[in-house]
């Protein structure tokens, strides 16, 4: 292999991963891209969510003790999905956690506010319990309409070298 051919290889893949401070342009980043990431914060938070809500249920706590709960929770696990991939890369917690916040504060925040506000907004849903199919369809709609309005929110940012394009830079 030639020295040229092995540095336009190098180039390449720097450019995949945005090393060194090259700047991504805009249009680089796929809808897939901004999907997966999208996809790995939902399940995070959909956990986190569900979870937060049997725990409260269980609990006999009222409806806002369960949300908070069930958003803190929601944090928690979208942020442990990140974190996970990130040290995975073997890059030392303090940097991963620092990664992760960067990368999922935003996405997790808007996505929990789509979500709840949709649980919130929605008649009888905030009062529907997990036995009930009204609890999990609006669950359901509440995470979809999430994801869709995080992708594009998730897009912009990998394309200006934020978010989850931090946690490219880690995946090998």
């Not at 030392?92 to 999922?104: K, N, P, S």
């Not at 609006?138 to 869709?148: K, M």
Request: charged share 10%; with cysteine; aromatic share 6%.
């Amino acid at each position: 292999m030639d020295h040229a051919h092995h540095h336009q290889q190098h180039e390449a893949h720097d450019a995949h991963h945005g090393h060194h401070g090259h700047r991504q342009e805009h249009g680089k980043v796929s809808w897939a891209m901004a999907a997966k990431a999208t996809l790995h914060c939902l399940i995070g938070c959909a956990i986190g969510e569900v979870l937060g809500m049997v725990i409260g249920t269980a609990l006999g706590w009222g409806n806002v003790q369960t949300m908070a709960l069930a958003i803190v929770l929601a944090f928690l696990f979208g942020y442990a999905f990140t974190l996970r991939g990130v040290l995975k890369a073997g890059v030392d917690l303090r940097t991963a956690v620092r990664v992760a916040l960067a990368a999922d504060t935003l996405s997790i925040t808007v996505m929990e506010v789509i979500d709840n506000g949709v649980i919130a907004l929605w008649p009888g849903a905030m009062d529907a319990h997990l036995s009930a199919p009204l609890f999990w369809i609006v669950l359901a709609i509440a995470l979809a309409s999430a994801f869709v309005i995080t992708v594009p929110v998730n897009k912009w940012m990998i394309g200006r070298g934020k978010g989850h394009a931090v946690v490219h830079q880690y995946h090998h």
